[in-house]
């Protein structure tokens, strides 16, 4: 094969591609949001002296400048944290719901099968 003929093909396949690439993009931007709150929070906020993690009991000694920040990046955590699990619900929340419920929103005959043998077998354990 000639080098047109494989890059064309490699392009392609890069281009059907392109939108899980960017939905991994997005999900990978929530998570290293997420995990650089979290950073902030529990080893760089830290009270002078004071061990890596939650306050606990040095919260009483802890500056009130201090608290303030930790709080800003325990919000700056929960809005990507939200937005992440806004994000996966709109795009996978009709697929989980169709697996289970049908139009009228009445469990699938095969869901509620299930649901009545594991209530029975509960019930003879």
């Given amino acids: ?3 047109k003929v494989k ?8 281009w059907s591609k392109r ?3 960017v939905h991994y993009i ?4 929530f998570l290293v ?6 950073y902030q929070i529990f080893f ?13 009991g040095q919260a009483q000694d802890v500056p009130a400048e201090l608290i303030y920040k930790r709080r800003l990046y325990a919000l700056e ?25 049908d139009a009228k929103g009445n469990i699938v005959e095969k869901a509620k099968e299930r649901l009545i043998e594991d209530s029975e077998a509960s019930v003879e354990e």
């Fill in 26 to 29: 997005i999900v990978i931007g």
């Fill in 19 to 21: 939108w899980k690439v």
């Fill in 1 to 3: 094969m000639d080098f």
């Fill in 33 to 38: 949001q997420m995990f650089y709150a979290q």
């Fill in 77 to 101: 955590f929960w809005i990507p944290a939200i937005g992440l699990a806004i994000y996966l619900a709109i795009l996978y929340g009709k697929k989980i719901v169709a697996k289970s419920v």
């Fill in 44 to 56: 760089v906020l830290r009270p002078e002296n004071g061990s890596i993690g939650p306050l606990a």
């Fill in 7 to 14: 890059a064309k093909r490699f392009f392609s396949f890069i």
